[in-house]
């Protein structure tokens, strides 16, 4: 029988010499194979057609959401969303349903104020809406007086 002596046995210590490029490859492997996903608002199907500058803001039914809550509608104060609806819907009859609808929303406004316009609309049926950009909101400055 072979006798062990100290020169043989195994070190008491584990390895840890390749132990940081094992962790860089597996965060690398997770990075590589998690999946991102990015938050998005609501979807818009902007018209190829035509741009939305291209709309003339006097032909237009405007809605205008302030950061107090207040909804104008066509420059007048509408105090219920029944009321916004009759109104637009009564506008979209009288022209066969192509008068757009512009929405403006102050940056301070409620979210979901915004959305339940949004969703006033829809349920109208109501198809060529408008969110003017900052640039739109520039040339239209005279019609945009309040």
Known sequence: MKK???RDRVSPEIPTSSMADIAFLLITFFMV???F?????????FSKKEASSNIKPQESVYIHIRGNGEINLDFTPVSSMEQLASYV???MEATQGRKPVIIRSDPDAAYGLTV???DVLKQIDVKNISI??????????DYFRD
């Open 4 to 6: 062990f002596s100290l």
């Open 33 to 35: 194979t998690s999946v």
């Open 37 to 45: 996903t990015a938050n998005s608002g609501i979807e818009y199907g």
């Open 89 to 91: 819907k009564g506008k």
């Open 116 to 118: 339940e316009v949004l």
């Open 132 to 141: 003017p950009t900052q640039t739109d909101l520039e040339l239209w400055k």
